[in-house]
């Protein structure tokens, strides 16, 4: 899986699970996000979030509704 293709699922991801939690369990700016996999190409492990953490620091960006009008 490429990066920007891994990056783009772990995007979906986090929101998946953001909205899941609803907003009594919202996270606050600097807060730990909850671990989480999500299914790679066929063949490949699931990606999940404490492995890329392990690597470094995860920055996770978000640009919805691009498309909208004003």
Not at 6 to 24: K, M, Y
């Amino acid at each position: 899986m490429t990066g920007s293709r891994s990056l783009a699922v772990l995007l979906l991801g986090v929101l998946a699970v953001l909205l899941a939690a609803g907003s009594a369990h919202a996270l606050a700016v600097g807060d730990k996000a909850p671990d989480f996999a999500l299914p790679a190409a066929p063949g490949a492990p699931p990606v999940k979030l404490s492995d890329l953490t392990a690597k470094g620091p995860v920055v996770i960006y978000t640009f919805i509704q691009a498309f909208t009008g004003t």
